[in-house]
């Protein structure tokens, strides 16, 4: 009967009757969104087994992210929404997949670099590597792409202080942050909506077959996990075990092109400022092997299909959902 029900509250969702402006007509190029697949990566993205981009799709996040919760539910590991995963996932029902959020000075305040400078010694005399638009940095604060907003709403909507907008449910519970950590941060946590409340990692491992980052409890459990981007063929994740050293919150990146073998000829060694849209995003956790770190990324919808300089990379959110959860000395495994 329970079954039943799981699979009856998931296939309601899929008609559920929309709200006024979801009725409006989306742009000819937005995505199709599919309810139930949003109400599922919402609900996922709540319990810390990040589907990546929240864009009503599925793909090899969802189906990494699925496997996550599979196993930590002890299901087989299908990596697809079949009945025992939505009976597992029914409790968890009462997150509805859209919110109504009213823009605020702070979610539209920039300043905005549009467009931003590809040469970092143009970037590195900024204040600091902003978004290009309002709507990307929405887009980015509720875990999606601005495709996304404009298909749940109208590409007629308003970005205006006191106008409401749908966006994806992932308004936190809590906001109560660590009051020793650096006011800035705290910031960029409640812009990313990160919930104060998260696990302690024992260990993480990242698994370069499967593309994700897991986190591990004392007892060997798994309490979270996110998709990832772990190294390339010029710059192959570093296997073996390490330690975080510690968290560099909104850091500058010292840009050396010797280190990478990609750069361009006369590039110049170059400090660039702090800002989502820079090269490790909002954070960096740094790693015992010289160099390497896990860090944010500016193009989170490429997370896990495209490569990185040897360091793992997660989207911004994510990785500053990580960084709450690890400590200096925590273990980290990278398998192959």
């Known amino acids: 009967m329970r079954m039943a029900m799981a699979a009856a509250w998931l296939a309601g969702m899929a008609i559920a009757a929309p709200t006024a402006a979801q009725q409006r007509p989306a742009a000819p190029s937005a995505p199709a969104i599919d309810r139930t697949i949003l109400h599922v990566q919402v609900i996922l993205d709540s319990l810390g087994f990040g589907p990546g981009v929240i864009d009503g799709k599925g793909g090899q996040s969802l189906a990494a992210a699925l496997k996550g919760f599979q196993e ?45 400078p590809r040469d970092y010694g143009e970037q590195a005399k900024l204040p600091g590597i902003g978004y290009a638009t309002p709507m990307e940095k929405l887009a980015e604060m509720f875990h999606t792409q601005p495709a996304v907003l404009i298909a749940l709403n109208s590409p007629d909507t308003r970005l205006k202080v006191g106008d409401a907008i749908i966006v994806p449910n992932v308004l936190p519970a809590s906001r109560a942050y660590d009051p020793k950590l650096p006011d800035h941060w705290r910031q960029t946590l409640a812009m990313f909506n990160v919930d104060a409340r998260q696990p302690t990692a024992d260990h993480i491992i990242v698994d370069k077959s499967d593309k994700v980052l897991r986190v591990l409890d004392k007892d060997d459990r798994l309490i979270a996990q996110f998709s990832a ?108």
């Open 72 to 116: 930590a539910k002890g299901l087989p590991r299908t990596g697809k929404p079949d009945a025992a995963t939505l009976q597992a996932l029914y409790p968890y029902r009462a997150r509805r997949p859209t919110a109504r959020f009213v823009l605020t000075r702070e979610a539209l305040a920039g300043p905005y670099y549009n467009p931003l």
């Open 229 to 336: 981007t772990t190294g390339s063929q010029h710059d192959p994740l570093p296997l073996g075990r390490w330690t975080i050293n510690g968290a560099d919150y909104n850091p500058k990146f010292h840009y050396n092109p010797a280190l990478f073998w990609d750069a361009k000829t006369g590039d110049e060694k170059e400090m660039l400022p702090p800002g989502p849209n820079g090269p490790v995003g909002v954070v960096w956790l740094d790693l015992s092997k010289e160099h390497y770190g896990i860090h944010g990324t500016p193009h989170p919808e490429l997370i896990g299909r495209t490569e990185s300089h040897g360091c793992i990379r997660l989207t911004n959110w994510d990785a500053a959902r990580l960084a709450q959860m690890v400590r200096p000395g925590t273990k980290a495994v990278f398998k192959a």
